[in-house]
C-alpha cells in the first residue's frame, strides 16, 4: 500500500516561505509520477504542481512562478518550495504517489493520499 506523509506546513506571513516535503513508502518512488494538492475550507481539492519520473513538471496558474515542485529519488522524498505566499494559499496541502501523467496534466493515484499538513498564511 502506498504511504504518503506530508510535513512542513505552519504558519507564515504574507510574503513569506514554506517548504512542504512528502516521504513515500510503498511504492518505486523514481519511477512514478507525484503530486501536490491543496484543500481550503469550503473548496474541492484542487492539483498544485506534479512532476513526473522524468523530472517534468506543471503548475497551476494560480502558483506559477511562486512554487516549485521538485523531487530527490534517493531520500524518496517529494518537496514543494513556496514563495510569496498569500492568504489564498491557505490550505492543507497534500501529497499524491503513482498518479498517471498524459498530454502533461496529473491524476491522482486512488488510495494514495497523506494525511495532508496545514498552510496558514496570515498577519
Known amino acids: 500500500q502506498v504511504q504518503p506523509v506530508e510535513s512542513g506546513g505552519g504558519l507564515v506571513q504574507p510574503g513569506g516561505s514554506l517548504r512542504l516535503s512528502c516521504v513515500a513508502s510503498?511504492?518505486?518512488?523514481?519511477?512514478?509520477?507525484m503530486g501536490w494538492y491543496r484543500q481550503a475550507p469550503g473548496k474541492q481539492r484542487e492539483l498544485v504542481a506534479s512532476i513526473d519520473s522524468g523530472g517534468r513538471t506543471n503548475y497551476a496558474d494560480s502558483v506559477k512562478g511562486r512554487f516549485t515542485i521538485s523531487r530527490d529519488n534517493v531520500k524518496n522524498t517529494l518537496y514543494l518550495q513556496m514563495n510569496s505566499l498569500k492568504p489564498d494559499d491557505t490550505a492543507v496541502y497534500y501529497c499524491?504517489?503513482?498518479?498517471?501523467?498524459?498530454?502533461?496534466?496529473?491524476?491522482?493515484?486512488?488510495?494514495?493520499w497523506g494525511q495532508g499538513t496545514q498552510v496558514t498564511v496570515s498577519s
Open positions: 499524491n504517489a503513482g498518479g498517471t501523467t498524459y498530454n502533461g496534466a496529473y491524476y491522482p493515484r486512488v488510495n494514495s
Open positions: 510503498g511504492i518505486i518512488f523514481s519511477s512514478n509520477a
